[in-house]
């Protein structure tokens, strides 16, 4: 768990369908006694991607390119935390890995195709 020992948290406990939930506010710095926005903090961790909307976070980009591959990349395009290098990076890889996605499924097709002309031979 990330610390931040200069901060001041505020524990708040609620109850919801999962149990007890645990939430950290940091509202005042130690060090520069500046106000901090409550809602980037979460669980002692900082929320990078709060204010983003919910197509641009990244564990959507990942079911994305699960699910549909290189039909996602414009979202990484369009993202605005990424760099031009994370873009580039990531738009070659997922064009490499479903290359190579489709080559298997034609390889596994052909495959079974010629299996099934054995059995009815």
């Given at each position: 768990?990330?610390?931040?020992p ?5 524990i ?17 710095c ?13 669980e ?17 980009l ?27 990076v ?17 390889r ?9 002309r054995?059995?009815?031979?």
């Amino acid at each position: 768990m990330v610390s931040f020992p200069h901060l001041y948290p505020i524990i708040n406990l609620w109850s919801g369908a999962e149990g007890f939930i645990m939430k950290f506010h940091f509202r005042v710095c130690r060090k520069t006694r500046q106000d901090i926005n409550p809602s980037l903090y979460l669980e002692g961790t900082l929320m990078k991607d709060a204010n983003l909307k919910w197509y641009f976070r990244k564990s959507v980009l990942l079911l994305g390119f699960l699910s549909f591959g290189p039909l996602v990349l414009p979202l990484v395009w369009l993202h605005p935390q990424f760099s031009r290098k994370t873009k580039i990076v990531l738009s070659v890889l997922v064009l490499v890995l479903s290359y190579f996605a489709a080559v298997m499924t034609m390889r596994f097709v052909s495959g079974l195709q010629d299996e099934f002309r054995q059995i009815t031979q």
